[in-house]
């Protein structure tokens, strides 16, 4: 018994100071203890559009761009909230926040074993913005200085995208941009080979070269996507897997049966019709988690059309939706919505007051602005997920009060197309999952004035509002960041431009066999910030 | 005869200009502006101006079509505006897989439409009969969306025997084709017996009269080669419609054909797709239609050529 | 003269005449007067839905679905179950009958009348009005209906009426090509020459000779393209390019309930059945009608 405490006493020590000692180090560690090998299967309900980072405007190219394609940062920690290095070993800041050096980490190659350098940096984020490249992306970068210029023509190169040495690169801004650093991690911003590109052209979308964990093995497009690890990653001993094999064009229904057959070893998001079978099925359930973030649900009215123009009316619809009933919807894996900023997101008031469901007092708001009976009005629904069924709920409930809505369900592409024109949508139902944890890419992207037409659908456009924003989007301290957003959240609350439904869980499930390393930090890579984990993930043999 | 064929071929021909020009209207005549519909929602005003020039929006009428059907006949059936790949390209690149569904079903619905035809026409009014005629009632009438969705989850997930949808070795192929098959067999196996029947109630009326059991056996391959003729005419079109594409069938297994393509093309309202689609699906028809016309002069000499 | 006798002529020189009407042969065929029943229960459910359904089927109720959004199972309050929304299913069966009959029954009208019109010229004036209007309707054969219908109603805004609109306008071919097939056939008969030599106005011996004449087949052919027609409108609400929500339609009920097929099976399996059996009964009466306006023996 004494030595056998003793043994343990050591044991409990030796595991201790492994510990601390890989602690603190970050990404970059491998877990010399899991295997290397395997073959990771997954599956998407649709094609992908093309292996061109550039072009990653919906989730599945972003998706496809996070294994093929590396940025100059990487999101870590708990709750993949903070930046770390990726490409780029570190960054500085100039003093008034208009400027920011990268330093890239050193011998850096592309999958093709040829030297990755600054040059390759410029010419990706360069590219972003010239208009033949045709990014959805390129308006983000625009906060660039030189960038106007570059885009009319006027100049061949961008002033503010400056290579300082073949490893040294800097970005000189337009005007303070805090969240820069969260934009140049998109997996848009992957970083490309200028001499591949300049040699594929317009097939580069097929022949990617890139600095990702994986390289392409095979895209046979609408089928399948096959990729192989990429020998020389810049993160020694990943990734773990060897092959990486995305079925393309599966019904999410499909996946998951799939997945129950051990096809597939990660499916996310799971609908609210999988997530019951859940119940039922314990196998499934030990596999199943969350966590918070990143999606929220709104449904959004347009103050510039009648009736929507009229505050009493978004208030009215605002107390007349039952939110505890779409929660039941989702199964429970959601949260009423308070403010625009989610809980995830620096800046979320806590103290903002939900609307209550009191269709007593939305009939008496109605009445006051002057329609009694209630009105008629199409809405505009994206074929997207669960969209649909919460329409259908919101429609149900609406009609309890007398207004009534009709459904116009479109194809998530048609419907962008169609939300885009101003005075088109009176009313329509969306969702927007944050593509960073800034709060300028919830508020100010969904609901500043200047943003109308982009992803502002709404065309909501207060003066009091944008002012707040401009100012919040543009100051380096961030308590006093925070601080604006909150009152500007707090406003947008009370003209409620939206009918605030609810901030959703992310949730997979994960094979047994995947065992998440500590650079993984056991996130369920299910959002799109976060597929970057799987170069650190190992799968073991059954 | 062989007037007979060029005929049918001239025809043929003239058909196709005919759905080409329904095609084009789709594309030119429906939409406000033909030249953004072609480019897409994420056109800006110099693609408009190229698809304009590419495609000849700014001539006269007769003379865009007269541009669009060169371009057809060149290979340029235009460009998707969702994924940017060229039509012609997509619809050929899907083609396999459609065409593997179309065939497997279509023997199928043969394999199993035509023996129990014949069994019913020869067992007529039996409890055979009867039974068959049940079975072919319910498989006429039966929704495919819903028995592929069944049989997928029986065969599929309740008892892991096959795949779960999707393209991939013969096992994928099974569902889907016996979806399309027992439904499409219902069909063959009612034509046939009622051809067999009208056949040999005449050929009865004859051999009631005839004298000897050889000319009973010669009149029942008679009666044989006579009755398959409307089931020939059926086929030829029922294969044509298949190698245009499933939709049904194709988007609930997730099979990666043509039917799909359209499926996806129509929600997104992908014009261009959309039209090449009807074309590619119209051309099988036509030619589907000739081929039977051509076999139906092997099949029945006494067929005049009016 | 009518067709039935007509056409048994051969029968007669061999086997006695019968004297029975077409009634009464359908009368005996079990198979078909199974069939009416189902269609005359099925159209009792439609017209009156208010009266059988036991809630809106539009209403959704708090017990309808549990805390964590699963469909409440079959019950006393729900006969068959809710569905993912908590509406009651049963009452949406009910009121989604009205949807396919009134498709269904609408749309084979419109398609049989036009494509009786169409066909009728064509085999009365032969020549060139003949050859354009069958070249027109081998076009029209050609193309892939299902496609065509749900490429132009989602162009227009879906609704019930453009649904049965768009599929009469579009499916009339097949009519066509039988109507003309018997307009020859009848136009051996002595007595429309007859009527011409008479000096009957054409469109006078279309409507009051040769329509009268060739019913008989197109009856059946309109009462088995009402069958075809619901599993059309099936399908497009199935794939979504049918009537909008909150509608209820069989096709699109199976759609939702899919999803579920694991955890709530009869939200999937009644609507199926109830689309199966609906066409099934149109099925029958169009072959009993058939075997009774065609007696063999």
Known sequence: MKAGKKGSRIFTVLMLVAFLMTAGSGVGLSAPSLPSGGTLNLAENSDIKSLDPAQAGDGVTQRAAQFLFSRLLRYTGKTNNELAAALAESWKWS????????????????????????????FTFTRLLDPKTKSPYQGTYTVIKGSKDFMEGKTSTVSGIVVVDPETVRFDLDKPVPYFLNQVSLPTAGVVSRKAVEKSGDTFGERPAGAGAFMLDKWTRGQELVLTRNKNYYLAGLPKLDRVVVKLGIADNLQVMMFQRGELDMVGPISSADYLKLENDPKLKSSYYSHVGPKLYYIGMNPEMPPFNNKLVRQALNYGVDKQKLLRLENGRAEVMKGVIPPWVPGYNDSIQPYPYDPEKAKELLSQAGYPNGFEVDMLVPDYRDIPQIAASVQADLSKIGVKLNLRQQSYPVFRQTVK??????????????????????????LKGSMAGQQNFTWYNSPTVNNLLDQADTTIDSKKRIELYQQADKMIQEDAPWIFCFYLKADAIKSPQLKDTPDSFGRVPADITEYDHFDAVAKVPN | MGNYILRRLIYAVVTLVGISFISFLIVYAVPADPAAVIAGPSADAIALANIRHQWGLDRPFIIQYETYFLNLLRGDWGTSFFNQQPVLRQLLGRFPATAELGVVAFLLQLIIGIPLGALAAIRQNTRTDHLIMTGVLVGLSLPRFWLGVILLFIFALKLPWLPLGGYGGWDHV???????????AAY??????????????QDYVLAATAKGISRARVQIRH????????????????????LGGLIIVETVFGWPGIGQLTFQAIKNMDIPLISGTVLFSAIFVVIGSLFVDIVYIFLDPRISYE | MDMSQQKSFINEAIYPVTHETVWDRFRKNKAAVVGLVLICVMMMVALLAPLLAPYSPYLTFEEGISLVGAPAPPSAKFPLGADNLGRDVLSRLIY???????????????????????????????GWVDLVIMRFTDAMLAFPFLLFVILVVSVLKPSVTIIFVVIG????????????????SIMQNNFIDASRVVGASSWRIIFHHIIPNIMGPLIVLTTLQVGNYILTEGALSYIGAGVPQPIPSWGSMIYTGQQYYQTAPWLMLYPGLMLTLTVIGFNLVGDGLDAALNPRN
């Open chain 3, 169 to 184: 306008l579009l499916g009339w071919a097949k009519a066509a090509r039988v109507a003309r097939g018997q307009t020859l």
């Open chain 2, 174 to 184: 099974i569902l889907p084709a016996i979806t399309v098959g027992v439904t499409g």
């Open chain 2, 223 to 242: 009666v044989m080669r006579n009755s398959l003729i409307p089931v020939v005419t059926w086929a030829g079109m029922d294969l044509a419609a298949y």
């Open chain 1, 421 to 446: 024109e101003r005075g088109k949508t009176a009313i329509f139902a969306l969702q927007w999952g944050t593509d960073f944890p800034d709060a300028q890419n919830v508020i100010s992207t969904l």
């Open chain 3, 96 to 126: 989604a009958s009205r949807i396919s009959l009134e498709v269904g029954l609408i749309a084979a009208v419109v398609s049989v009348a036009v494509g009786t019109l169409l066909g009728v010229m064509a085999g009365f004036w032969g």
């Open chain 1, 95 to 122: 003093g008034d926040g208009k400027s920011v050096t990268f330093k890239l980490r050193k011998n850096l190659m592309f999958s093709d074993g040829s030297p990755l350098t600054a040059d390759d940096v410029a």
């Open chain 2, 188 to 201: 063959y196996t009612r034509l046939l017996r009622s051809s067999m029947i009208e056949v040999k109630r």
